[in-house]
């Protein structure tokens, strides 16, 4: 059972256009993180957040958290090449402080 | 402040070898957490050790195990290795503090192909 949902899987749009994924749960989450994977690299770490309702920006980035803390989301505004890669959210129930990750959202930005 | 490390980067066996990957964390954090990541899996939890110790353990076979030393490197052995374990190994290091949102900061892994 995967216990947390991302969608869409894969995305591939235009630079330029904006765009949002999804990151859905049936458990409450103490915390979120959002991560970027570049091919053949390790994730990095964008935003973490763990108030229900909190929304965070990062330049063209913006987070959101649901008020349940059971789901979250990542709009990006006017998408850039260098926005490709595979986005992770992850999230940890209770005092649990190993997270599980969702399967990703592939995101492909032409030029 | 050095992120963490991962050596080696590539790696090519055989089946039925063994191979040992070594981590190094971030200075100051103590916990060391190891996944398993393939496109048909996605990420998967290995195990984590805190204090030289297996503090949590994933859903995989007594052939994935792994020690953490004093000075928190951590090094993960698989023994007979099978085709299904080609993946990209990864390694994260956390603070693991009460009230601490369990953030992971990533190496860039090893890339370990089975043939």
């Known amino acids: 059972t995967q216990l947390l949902e991302q969608s869409p899987q894969f995305l591939s749009i235009q630079e330029g256009e904006n765009l949002t994924v999804y990151c859905n749960s049936s458990?409450?989450?103490?915390?979120l993180q959002w991560y970027r994977q570049e091919p053949g690299e390790g994730p990095v770490l964008l935003v973490t957040v763990v108030t229900g309702g909190e929304v965070k920006k990062l330049k063209r980035l913006t987070f959101q958290f649901g008020d349940a803390r059971k789901d979250s989301s990542l709009h990006i505004t006017a998408a850039q090449p260098g926005d490709t890669g595979l986005y992770l959210c992850?999230?940890?129930?209770?005092?649990?402080?190993?997270?599980?990750f969702g399967r990703g959202t592939s995101l492909i930005v032409h030029p | 402040k050095a992120g963490v490390t991962q050596t080696p980067r590539y790696l090519i066996k055989t089946r039925g070898q063994q191979v040992t990957l070594s981590c190094s964390p971030i200075s100051g954090h103590r916990s060391v957490s190891w996944y398993q990541q393939t496109p048909g899996q996605g990420l998967q939890f290995l195990f984590e050790y805190f204090s030289e110790t297996q503090r949590n353990k994933g859903n995989f076979p007594g052939r994935f195990s792994g020690r953490q030393f004093s000075n928190s490197r951590s090094e993960m052995n698989v023994s007979t290795l099978e085709l299904g374990d080609s993946a990209l190994y990864l390694c994260a290091s956390s603070l693991r503090i009460s009230g601490s949102s369990n953030e992971q900061f990533f190496g860039p892994g090893t890339r370990l192909t089975v043939l």
């Open positions: 992850a999230g940890a129930e209770g005092g649990s402080y190993i997270p599980t």
């Open positions: 458990s409450v989450f103490s915390s």
